[in-house]
């Protein structure tokens, strides 16, 4: 079963706006990653955060962890048309081989 | 580098057929995955080598076959299509070393 919950499932903003997106997983994780997928294309990775981090940032990404609720959330500041696609979250167990398990998503929309 | 490559980028079958999508990667990776992503479900993790000649069982592996024969390629196989298995095809990989995954664009397979 899928470890990770997307929370909303779509988002639809204006383009200068922030988004936030959350996810929920159920076990223990080695780390958290969130990906990014346009319209037909592959999974893109955007930031990974371990399990002993609570924040870390990337140009206009913020990633937050929280362990003892078991959730995280991506925020994407000043957004742009172009940040229109599907963002995942994906935990990793604290195997060193364990593979990525994948959250449904949350599509967002940015409307210029 | 052409990174991850799948072959082909489109099939239709017809039930009962049998196909084989290939996975190739120029980046010396070990592990490679195929995931499949169907609407509303996000991506489900069917099998996964972390190696050339081994194999392991992902969320969904009913159905599929896989051979990792050689390090940079990742065979999906297909032996009795259903319409249960239209779907898109993402293979992915990664060094043991580094937690992100390397995606393809993905093959759309359509089953009548």
């Known amino acids: 079963s899928q470890q990770g919950e997307e929370d909303p499932q779509a988002l639809s903003i204006q383009e200068g706006e922030n988004a936030t997106m959350n996810c929920s997983y159920k076990?223990?994780?080695?780390?958290l990653q969130w990906y990014r997928q346009n319209s037909g294309r592959g999974l893109v990775h955007l930031i990974l955060?371990?399990?002993?981090?609570r924040e870390k940032h990337s140009g206009r990404l913020r990633v937050t962890l929280d362990t003892s609720k078991k959730s995280s959330s991506l925020l994407i500041t000043a957004s742009r048309a172009a940040d229109t696609a599907s963002y995942f979250c994906?935990?990793?167990?604290?195997?060193?081989?364990?593979?990525?398990?994948f959250g449904k998503g949350t599509r967002l929309s940015v409307i210029a | 580098n052409a990174g991850v490559t799948q072959t082909p980028k489109f099939r239709v079958l017809k039930t009962g057929q049998s196909m084989t999508l290939l996975c190739a990667q120029d980046?010396?990776?070990?592990?490679m995955y195929w995931y499949r992503q169907d609407p509303g479900m996000g991506l489900r993790l069917i099998h996964y080598?972390?190696?050339?000649?081994?194999?392991a069982k992902g969320e969904v592996p009913d159905g599929y076959n896989v051979s990792r024969l050689k390090k940079q390629n990742f065979l999906l196989g297909l032996e009795s299509a259903a319409p249960s298995q239209t779907s898109v095809y993402f293979c992915?990989?990664?060094?043991?070393?580094?937690?992100?995954?390397?995606f393809g664009p993905g093959t759309r397979l359509l089953v009548l």
């Open positions: 992915a990989s990664r060094t043991p070393n580094q937690e992100t995954q390397y």
């Open positions: 076990t223990s994780i080695n780390n």
């Open positions: 955060i371990r399990s002993n981090e």
């Open positions: 994906a935990t990793q167990g604290n195997s060193g081989n364990t593979p990525l398990v």
């Open positions: 980046m010396n990776h070990e592990y």
């Open positions: 080598s972390v190696g050339e000649g081994t194999t």
